[in-house]
T-cell receptor, first 118, second 111 residues
Framework: DAGVTQTPRHEVAEKGQTIILKCEPV?????LFWYRQTKIQGLELLSY????????DGGAFKDRFKAEMLNSSFSTLKIQPTEPKDSAVYLCASSLGLLGGRRAETLYFGSGTRLTVL | GEQVEQLPSSLIVQEGASVLINCSYT??????FPWYKQEPGKRLQFIIDIRSNMERKQNQRLTLLFDKKTKHLSLHITATQPGDSAIYFC??????????FGTGTSLLVDP
């Protein structure tokens, strides 16, 4: 499967711990997104990278959430320190981005990491 | 910022019925509206989109209608099948990178 790969699928953390979620985008995609999904808030954008450059750092999520993209095929999302309210599904998505001057918008999502903070 | 609302939040239909999912947005600068579907236990996937210079788009059993004046979209699914059971998300963007998603409509199709 050449889709977006996220690991781990499930993560359980104690309050105050540091956790790192991983994402491998679709090969050749230039844009990478991290979203948080909860039943109440729905899908919230955490971070956005364009060609490995951080374009959106999550606003309200800035203080404890840090996304990095060290190369075009791997990204991490660090949450430090974790709090129970961080319990959610964290989704990574990628897209082609600008293609021949036209933005290709379709997002390809990973299966997500379900985080539970006790 | 943009806000996207979907109604209903959930619905249950018998197989073969048609369904209508409504979506409204607030930002008149939004010009592109993709829809995504999330089947139980599966990843979100793109199903259909429409741009603001169009009024209607069809893809097999899916028809997407767009009204720029009222800032309203509706997704019509005909001849529903159990495999259509999923959460459907409307989204909107002004062609920047940021998609604003609705909170989703959970559809259950009873066989």
């Amino acid at each position: 499967d050449a889709g977006v790969t996220q690991t781990p699928r499930h993560e359980v953390a104690e309050k105050g711990q540091t956790i790192i979620l991983k994402c491998e985008p679709v090969s050749g995609h230039n844009d990478l997104f991290w979203y948080r999904q909860t039943k109440i808030q729905g899908l919230e954008l955490l971070s956005y990278f364009r060609s490995k450059s951080l374009m959106e750092d999550g606003g309200a999520f800035k203080d404890r959430f840090k996304a990095e993209m060290l190369n075009s095929s791997f990204s991490t999302l660090k949450i430090q320190p974790t709090e129970p309210k961080d319990s959610a599904v964290y989704l990574c998505a990628s897209s082609l981005g600008l293609l021949g001057g036209r933005r290709a918008e379709t997002l390809y999502f990973g299966s997500g990491t379900r985080l539970t903070v006790l | 910022g943009e806000q996207v609302e979907q109604l209903p939040s959930s619905l249950i239909v018998q197989e073969g019925a048609s369904v209508l999912i409504n979506c409204s947005y607030t930002d008149s600068a939004s010009v592109y509206f993709p829809w995504y579907k999330q089947e139980p236990g599966k990843r979100l996937q793109f199903i259909i989109d429409i741009r603001s210079n169009m009024e209607r788009k069809q893809n097999q059993r899916l028809t997407l209608l767009f009204d720029k004046k009222t800032k309203h979209l509706s997704l019509h699914i005909t001849a529903t099948q159990p495999g259509d059971s999923a959460i459907y998300f409307c989204s909107a963007t002004n062609m920047g990178y940021k998609l604003t998603f609705g909170t989703g409509t959970s559809l259950l199709v009873d066989p």
